[in-house]
């Protein structure tokens, strides 16, 4: 534990609690992805290197990403008038705050049935590959089959639009999972001016 | 003697901790690697800036820089006082913070990477076991600094530049990693260090470095193609299209802030250079056996600077693609041949040794490269080519 533990704790959640109260969408993307960071930082203290990049490698590298290309494309990133908070917060609030409890309750209660191992288990790379490929070859190809299927989604509903729309910008290509819109740079154009006036 | 040149700054380090208590040595060992880097390549960055306005210069037939100093070298010292004397203007309706994050963040992550690059024999920051890992984890959070500088500028060039950068790089990204799992494939670690040793060793005086294998080549190919996007390098530099964008994300970026993007964007060249030559040429390895007298860093430099030449050479020479172009080049013909790779890469594990593997693998890739490029084409309807010149 330490202090390391806790300045890395405190970086965390005070990222996500800024994701949560901050009223500029992009900015509580931002905070969203300090709050990711911080939760690789913790990876990395408990020697999990592997976990701790690919933490960074999908989550700020890509989800964050995706978060922020959903906001701009969705007309999202302006401020409603009548403010973030929907009128159920405080709904929202005790439902989070129940299943909070129940997770905490499960963790406490699961915790003295643990081998109460003194010295740090060494996992290195090496061996969650050889795992990976090995005993767990068939979780690991249902999820690449399930990923396989989404971009293959993706690409459907791109093309759908497509067709409808008359290529004006020239096809932009199957197009990625994340970035598969059919419309470039008109949706930007207009949403920053419309955000400059305000 | 050989020996001791090569040995020069890690004997240089040791001499230097020698003086200092046992419990200092680490962390000051630690923090004179990472002072060493952060000045050298910002070094290395003011020399190519000269090479590369010389280089370009030439290309197009006029001199180049050739006021200051002799033969102009001393351009960068006035190009750093200009931007650090030049007036940080933020626009007035800009996001405050996270227009002063953006260039920072940028510098920031882009550094990170040379902390797993091998730099010469026993010159590396940290050998870690996921070192490639760390690498690809630190590229991918600079497309989030490119964005924070786009959206906070208030500007739509900016947010255009910036959408077109981060969608461009995450395309490219794919391809960048999928061309690397090749090399991870066939060394067994992710340890960048493991990665040269796999390579360093000869026979009948040459070198044994991943490019000269089938599908090492082809991943080599794939990889600069992949990184010179990564890097928003000419052709791949819509992001900061002068003719259609002003300067892409960093249009209301002035003073030493702009320079902060251009070092970052260098500097990432250097890295992605450093990184390639780690993967593919064999990283700070001698070309022939009989050429390992000179010290090692100096080949991963020199490596590091030609690949330098070849980004100006390219971009002296090709035209800037259009973004459905880059887009369809990504998806449909990098992808595809970094995949069938993975697949060529396998059957080379498997077949053995032999001539055989080098004819069936050779094959394949010709093969699929040739479709996939005819297939390509085919829609496109190129009529014959025709010349006009100027009366």
């Known amino acids: ?198 | 003697m050989t020996e001791r040149l090569d040995q020069i700054f890690v004997v240089l380090k040791h001499w230097l901790l020698g003086y200092l208590p046992e419990s200092w040595q680490t962390p000051v060992g630690v923090v004179i690697s990472v002072v060493c880097i952060i000045g050298l390549y910002p070094a290395l960055f003011a020399i190519t800036t000269v090479l590369e306005r010389k280089g370009v210069g030439r290309i197009q037939n006029r001199l180049g820089p050739n006021r200051v100093g002799p033969y102009g070298i001393l351009q960068p010292m006035a190009d750093g006082i200009k931007s650090l004397t030049k007036e940080d203007i933020v626009p007035t309706s800009a996001d405050a913070v996270v227009h002063f994050l953006a260039p920072i963040i940028l510098v920031v992550t882009v550094f990170m990477g040379f902390a797993v690059l091998p730099m010469g024999r026993n010159m590396v920051l940290v050998d870690m076991d996921a070192g490639l890992l760390f690498y690809f984890a630190m590229g991918a959070s600079t497309e989030l600094s490119v964005f924070m500088a786009g959206w906070s500028s208030r500007n739509k060039y900016s947010l255009l530049g910036a959408m077109r950068a981060v969608a461009q790089m995450i395309s490219y990204e794919v391809a960048l990693l999928l061309s690397s799992v090749v090399i991870v494939m066939m060394t067994g670690s992710l340890s960048l260090v493991k990665i040269v040793e796999a390579q360093n060793h000869y026979s009948y005086g040459l070198p044994h470095w991943f490019i000269f294998t089938p599908w090492g080549f082809a991943a080599f190919i794939m990889y600069a193609i992949a990184g010179t996007a990564e890097t928003n390098r000419s052709p791949f530099d819509l992001p900061e299209g002068e003719s259609e964008l002003v300067a892409g994300y960093h249009t209301e970026y002035s003073g030493f802030k702009f320079a902060l993007f251009f070092l970052g964007e260098y500097v990432a060249m250097f890295s992605i250079s450093g990184l390639g030559s780690t993967l593919f040429l064999g990283g700070w390895m001698a070309p022939f056996a009989a050429l390992q007298f000179i010290p090692s860093w100096i080949w991963f430099f020199g490596k590091l600077f030609v690949s330098m030449g070849v980004f100006i050479w390219v971009r002296g020479t090709l035209p800037r693609l259009r973004q459905d172009q880059l887009m369809n080049f990504a998806w449909k013909f990098v992808l595809p041949m970094c995949l069938l790779n993975l697949f060529v890469a396998a059957l080379w594990r498997f077949m053995g040794d032999g001539w055989l593997r080098w004819v069936v693998c050779s094959a394949i890739l010709i093969l699929a490269y040739v479709s996939i490029g005819r297939e390509g084409m085919r829609r496109k309807q190129f009529g014959p080519r025709s010349y006009r010149y100027a009366e």
């Open chain 1, 1 to 198: 534990m330490g202090l390391v533990f806790y300045l890395i704790s405190a970086f965390a959640v005070g990222g996500a609690l800024a994701a949560v109260l901050l009223k500029n969408l992009v900015h509580a993307a931002l905070a969203l992805t300090i709050a990711f960071f911080g939760l690789a930082l913790l990876f990395l203290r408990l020697d999990a290197q592997f976990a701790g990049f690919a933490q960074i490698l999908v989550y700020v590298g890509a989800v964050a990403i995706l978060v922020v290309f959903a906001i701009l494309l969705t007309k999202g990133s302006e401020v409603p008038k009548d403010g973030v908070f929907s009128k159920s917060w405080l709904a929202g609030l005790a439902i989070s705050a129940g299943v909070f409890a129940v997770l905490a309750w499960a963790v406490m209660q699961a915790a003295p049935s643990l081998p109460n191992e003194s010295a740090v288990p060494s996992v290195s790379v090496n061996d969650i590959g050889n795992a990976l490929m090995s005993r767990y070859v068939l979780p690991l190809e249902i999820i690449a089959v399930l990923l396989t299927a989404a971009p293959l989604g993706a690409v459907i509903v791109a093309m759908h639009e497509k067709a409808g729309k008359q290529e004006k910008l020239g096809a932009p290509g199957p197009g990625s999972p994340r970035t598969s819109s059919g419309s470039w740079g008109g949706d930007f154009v207009s949403e920053t001016w419309e955000t400059r006036k305000n």
